[in-house]
């Protein structure tokens, strides 16, 4: 069965009360996606906590090198890693209680929607949190 995306209403909701967003694959380098990505959520209010092991410091935040390490609660894991990581990354947002998993725009794996869904956590898949937060809450949260 393929997935299907929650309803925009939905998204809209996760992301009107969400605060806390963790970046897995979050890149130190400026000109990558998720950094621009990271950054431009981080000026709409949004607390970033990068997900990355191999940097210190990213967007003025201390990087984690992975989910579990994280100290506080995560509202959503926001997902820049290939598709074939996401089941582990998915397993991980379970464990830290985290409110849902979002795989950004190209990243799809039905296993971990599934994971995820069956734990409690809500999905969006093959999206851009930053497209559907601009479009969804154009005046913030």
Not at 67 to 96: G, H, M, Q, T
Not at 113 to 140: F, R, T, W
Request: include cysteine; charge should be negative; proline fraction near 4%.
């Amino acid at each position: 069965m393929t997935y299907v995306n929650p309803s925009q209403e939905r998204i809209k909701e996760l992301l009107a009360s969400s605060s806390t967003i963790a970046v897995v694959g979050l890149s130190d380098d400026p000109s990558r996606t998720s950094h621009m990505v990271a950054s431009a959520m981080k000026q709409k209010g949004y607390r970033i906590i990068p997900v990355n092991p191999k940097a210190e410091r990213i967007l003025g935040e201390k990087c984690y090198a992975s989910l579990r390490d994280i100290p506080e609660s995560v509202d959503i894991v926001n997902v820049f890693r290939r598709s074939e990581y996401c089941l582990e990354v998915a397993k991980e947002a379970v464990a830290i209680q985290a409110r849902a998993i979002w795989m950004q725009q190209g990243v799809v794996n039905e296993e971990a929607a599934d994971y995820a869904l069956e734990h409690g956590l809500q999905v969006v898949m093959d999206s851009c949190i930053k497209v559907m937060d601009s479009i969804l809450l154009p005046n913030g949260r």
